[in-house]
């Protein structure tokens, strides 16, 4: 039965030299049919990050933009995830696309984004984002919900009408990855797996199969 279904990678892989397949073109096509299909969040990723004592954390977060260069999101770089992206600089993505059936996973290394770059993300959020960017102590203790409303309140007035800067805590990451694995589910969990692999984000890519 699975030999009847189309090979997903056969028409990316067919006729062409390890070095000249790329996987952000890969998870470009993928990421557009993604937005057609997907109900909620097309972007939405699992980011696990490690924190100093070796122990991993997952959680949620939003894809913001995906280059040659990498995968980029943005934080509060004093919550937790932003602490132990600074101190250990590596991370590992995966998107999970459940009506198209596919996942795809990255690992690399982070490094923050430029100031401009931030800037530019940050000026385009709604308003009461970049209100709550500057309200919330994120991660850390809090004692009710009023106590974050006054803070919110609080910058609310402080800005006013005017333009709200972008925090100096407040920022984005990029991950650079050196591991990027296409899945593609199949009946009878004989599953299509895609990896493409390199030493550092200067390096070159090779690819191979991987059992389901």
Same mark, same amino acid.
């Given at each position: 039965?699975?030999?009847?279904?189309?090979?997903?990678?056969?028409?990316?892989?067919?006729?062409?030299?390890?070095?000249?397949?790329?996987?952000?073109?890969?998870?470009?096509? +993928?990421?557009?049919?993604?937005?057609?299909?997907?109900?909620?969040?097309?972007?939405?990723?699992?980011?696990?990050?490690? =924190?100093?004592? #070796?122990?991993?954390?997952?959680?949620?977060?939003?894809?913001?933009?995906?280059?040659?260069? $990498?995968?980029?999101?943005?934080?509060?770089?004093?919550?937790?995830?932003?602490?132990?992206?600074? $101190?250990? #600089?590596?991370?590992?993505?995966?998107?999970? %696309?459940?009506?198209?059936?596919?996942?795809?996973?990255?690992? $690399?290394?982070?490094?923050?984004?430029?100031?401009?770059?931030? =800037?530019? &993300? &940050?000026?385009?959020?709604?308003? @009461?984002?970049?209100? #709550?960017? +500057?309200? *919330?102590?994120?991660?850390?203790?809090?004692? *009710?919900?009023?106590?974050?409303?006054?803070?919110?309140?609080?910058?609310?007035?402080?800005? @006013?009408?005017?333009?709200?800067?972008?925090?100096?805590? %407040?920022?984005?990451?990029?991950?650079?990855?050196?591991?990027?694995?296409? +899945?593609?589910?199949?009946?009878?969990?004989?599953?299509?797996?895609?990896?493409?692999?390199?030493?550092?984000?200067?390096?070159? +890519?090779?690819?191979?199969?991987?059992?389901?």
């Amino acid at each position: 039965m699975s030999e009847t279904i189309k090979d997903p990678f056969e028409e990316l892989i067919k006729g062409k030299s390890a070095d000249s397949l790329n996987p952000f073109h890969i998870f470009s096509e +993928w990421f557009v049919e993604a937005e057609a299909a997907e109900i909620n969040d097309p972007n939405a990723m699992a980011l696990a990050s490690v =924190d100093e004592t #070796g122990l991993p954390n997952v959680r949620m977060v939003l894809l913001k933009e995906i280059d040659d260069r $990498g995968f980029v999101f943005y934080t509060n770089y004093e919550s937790a995830k932003g602490r132990e992206l600074l $101190g250990q #600089g590596k991370a590992a993505l995966c998107f999970h %696309w459940k009506t198209l059936r596919r996942q795809v996973r990255v690992r $690399g290394p982070v490094t923050p984004v430029a100031a401009e770059e931030a =800037d530019a &993300y &940050y000026a385009s959020r709604a308003r @009461g984002s970049r209100i #709550g960017a +500057w309200a *919330s102590k994120q991660s850390r203790p809090l004692e *009710s919900r009023f106590a974050l409303e006054k803070e919110v309140a609080k910058y609310t007035a402080k800005f @006013g009408f005017g333009d709200i800067p972008r925090p100096a805590h %407040w920022s984005g990451f990029r991950l650079e990855p050196v591991e990027v694995e296409f +899945w593609q589910d199949r009946p009878f969990r004989l599953h299509d797996r895609l990896q493409f692999r390199r030493e550092n984000p200067d390096a070159t +890519w090779s690819t191979q199969r991987l059992y389901p």
